[in-house]
């Protein structure tokens, strides 16, 4: 899981060093390239592409294809470290929407935890003036679309094969990125073009190994991990962009992972 993490933060620090190209482009690289991927596999193991729920992988592909329109586009106006921790809010939303739309019941200590990640959010946004506002509600907006797809994704369940889930995805995801690009094209120029198809490889491989990682281990255990994707973009956003963060950017930053660390935890206990 933790490799996992390592290339899906390689990833985002590639959509933010590709910045000089439009958001619908590279959701259109990164997209298609993986997309060649998914529909090869499900091609040569015989697996029907339109699967068993169509209309739900259809939402679902609707949800996950706006939520990297939003974060691709987030990339443009904030810090990576920053995107990133305030995307991963979205189990936040998850508990709000569960709360609201399918009635669930949440224990008290959670809503502490999830009070803390919210104190988090509201901390980078309300003190840290460096926060771009259109970017802030951008990646609040991409981590509230996310919640939608996780919820859509449980609904679907183990019936229909994952690469078909993630091949929906895929498929809108290009199709939307290839209508935008009709309106804003730049033609890249000698390594530009590997750096783009680069995006999809290494989503197409994030994916790989966060699915090994939860068939080989129980969800409760991998789960928690996958915030190490904060310390890489971190470290990425530092190390080749020379962010600086504030403390105020800092202590929002732990005080979201570790609110969801601790529900994640939390859930695993009661599991």
């Not at 590279?26 to 209309?55: A, E, Y």
């Not at 509201?122 to 460096?130: E, H, L, P, R």
């Not at 506002?133 to 990646?139: A, D, H, N, Y």
């Not at 091949?167 to 290839?178: K, L």
């Amino acid at each position: 899981m933790v490799l996992s993490t390592l290339v899906f933060a390689m990833m985002s620090t590639m959509v933010k060093y590709l910045s000089q190209f439009g958001t619908f482009q590279l959701v259109f690289f990164r997209s298609l390239i993986t997309l060649v991927f998914t529909l090869g596999f499900l091609l040569v193991n015989k697996t029907p592409l339109l699967g068993h729920q169509r209309k739900l992988l259809f939402y679902r592909g609707i949800s996950g294809a706006t939520s990297m329109i939003l974060f691709f586009s987030a990339l443009h106006f904030m810090a990576i470290g920053t995107a990133v921790t305030l995307r991963y809010t979205a189990p936040l939303f998850v508990a709000l929407l569960s709360v609201w739309v399918l009635k669930e019941k949440i224990k008290g200590i959670q809503w502490f935890f999830f009070l803390l990640a919210f104190g988090g959010v509201v901390t980078i946004k309300g003190f840290d003036a460096n926060v771009s506002l259109l970017g802030f509600w951008i990646i609040i907006l991409s981590s509230i679309t996310s919640a939608i797809t996780y919820m859509l994704i449980s609904k679907i369940g183990t019936r229909d094969h994952h690469m078909v889930i993630i091949n929906y995805f895929m498929f809108i995801a290009t199709v939307a990125g290839a209508i935008g690009c009709f309106f804003d094209w730049q033609t890249p120029q000698g390594m530009e073009w590997l750096q783009l198809i680069s995006l999809g490889v290494l989503g197409f491989i994030a994916q790989i190994l966060m699915t090994q990682a939860f068939q080989i281990g129980p969800a409760y255990k991998i789960a928690p991990y996958k915030y190490v994707e904060v310390i890489f973009s971190l470290a990425f956003g530092l190390l080749v962009f020379y962010d600086q963060y504030s403390h105020y950017s800092l202590i929002g930053m732990v005080m979201i992972v570790t609110g969801l660390v601790l529900n994640a935890l939390y859930k695993a206990k009661r599991s």
